[in-house]
């Protein structure tokens, strides 16, 4: 958020270029970090609950969007 702010003008580009650049060295640490620990970490896990805890997310999240779009249709006609 910060580096799309900074780079909307040119005298913060560079700002936003280190910002960006920040957040990138933070997203591959983590990754690096999660792969990491999942592959010491292999035997621990149960697959069985994971894919169950995936599937649900998923799920809620695809059962969730008729309910946005009725929310925002009632919102959409009440506040005209």
């Given at each position: 958020?910060?580096?799309?702010?900074?780079?909307?003008?040119?005298?913060?580009?560079?700002?936003?270029?280190?910002?960006?650049?920040?957040?990138?060295?933070?997203?591959?640490?983590l990754?690096?970090?999660?792969?990491?620990?999942?592959?010491?970490h292999?035997?621990?896990?149960?697959?069985?609950?994971?894919?169950?805890?995936?599937?649900?997310?998923?799920?809620?999240?695809?059962?969730?969007?008729?309910?946005?779009?009725?929310?925002?249709?009632?919102?959409?006609?009440?506040?005209?």
């Amino acid at each position: 958020m910060c580096g799309a702010v900074a780079n909307q003008k040119k005298s913060t580009a560079k700002a936003g270029a280190i910002c960006n650049g920040v957040v990138g060295l933070a997203v591959v640490f983590l990754l690096v970090f999660t792969s990491v620990y999942v592959a010491r970490h292999w035997s621990m896990h149960d697959l069985r609950h994971e894919a169950f805890s995936f599937a649900t997310s998923v799920w809620l999240s695809i059962l969730l969007i008729p309910f946005v779009y009725v929310c925002a249709f009632v919102f959409h006609t009440v506040i005209q």
